[in-house]
């Protein structure tokens, strides 16, 4: 059995907006009481529809944000009240690639410095050292030795995602929190990305929490998957179990969205109705209710924990 690397325990990430002429404070619920676990060697899948927390809680994970409460264990050791010398030496464990390839490498600087930049800020001053790791990765994601005194606006997207992934493993991490990380890439380089991804965690021994929309895609590379809906996970298993016998209503609606490759093949499109409510407002009961095709008086009052319902795979929803 493999040892659990990370556990998240009711975590919550709220956000307190100030409206109108009194000042009135209304409270943005972006993540509200998630509790799951990742092995050690494991993807886990984060998937859900644009503004439901995927990338809130990866924040509030790497502590990019602070959380709001609840409880953060990495290697069975809380993190969650970390600071000074003791965060930043858990910065060489937990590493982040960031969604945007253009967006997330400093324009002004070179590969070389923004590979060389995680180094420095943790001590390494040995050059030939540090120009080792950093030729080393160069080689290990498909670039050339030749382009580390290029700028990032002489790669494509791909080329440059490939360069946040480099820097992502510049200090050996454990953990990568991978955010939307081909979503901004074309099909046939997404391909070449994941692939990519997947050789590195092999070689390196890397836990992957992959957020994404595309379910294509996380069924591609997760062992595991949480399905997220206004903040919360409603459902969790392992991936060919909830892809295959999806229970939540909110899953099965997902799936059914997903394009089929045979166009001879039939699926029953799910049509959810209505809009995704607020986070700010959100409806009492269960949060899907509002939408949900087999929801019942009793799931606008009673809330759905996250339970286990068959050998390892949870859901929250009193009607499965």
């Known amino acids: ?126 050059k030939k050292e540090r120009m080792e790791v950093i030729e080393s990765l160069i080689d290990k994601i498909g670039l050339r030795k030749e382009q580390l005194n290029q700028y990032p606006h002489e790669f494509s997207g791909g080329q440059r995602q490939r360069i946040g992934i480099a820097r992502a493993l510049t200090l050996k991490p454990k953990l990568i929190v991978a955010d939307e990380p081909v979503s901004a890439l074309d099909v046939s380089v997404q391909s070449q990305v994941l692939n990519l991804m997947s050789d590195l965690q092999g070689e390196f021994g890397l836990s992957y929490i992959f957020i994404s929309h595309d ?21 969790l298993a392992d991936v060919d179990e909830l892809y295959n016998n999806p229970q939540h209503p909110y899953t099965q609606a997902l799936l059914s969205a997903v394009p089929v490759p045979d166009p001879k093949q039939k699926r029953e499109r799910i049509i959810l109705q209505g809009d995704i409510p607020s986070p700010i407002n959100q409806p009492t009961g269960c949060p899907f209710h509002t939408r949900c095709p087999v929801a019942t008086p009793e799931c606008k009052t009673e809330v759905p924990k996250l339970q286990e319902k068959t050998f390892g795979h949870w859901t929250a929803c009193i009607h499965v």
Do not use: W
């Not at 379910?215 to 459902?235: K, T």
């Open 215 to 235: 379910l294509s895609v996380v069924q591609h590379i997760s062992d595991r998957v949480a399905v997220m809906y206004l903040g919360r996970i409603v459902e």
């Open 1 to 126: 059995m493999r040892l659990a690397l990370l556990e998240v325990k009711d975590l919550k990430q709220h956000f307190t907006l100030k409206k109108g002429f009194l000042g009135d404070k209304k409270v943005v619920k972006a993540v509200d009481g998630v509790s799951f676990y990742i092995n050690e060697g494991e993807t886990l899948g984060i998937v859900g529809e644009s503004g439901c927390g995927k990338s809130s809680l990866g924040r509030s994970i790497l502590r990019l944000i602070e959380p709001t409460s609840g409880e953060i264990k990495y290697k069975g050791k809380s993190i969650t009240e970390l600071k000074g010398k003791q965060l930043k030496d858990l910065r060489k464990e937990m590493q982040i690639v960031f969604q945007d390839p253009y967006a997330s490498l400093n324009p002004r600087s070179t590969v070389k410095a923004i590979l060389e930049a995680p180094l420095l800020v943790h001590g390494m001053t040995n």
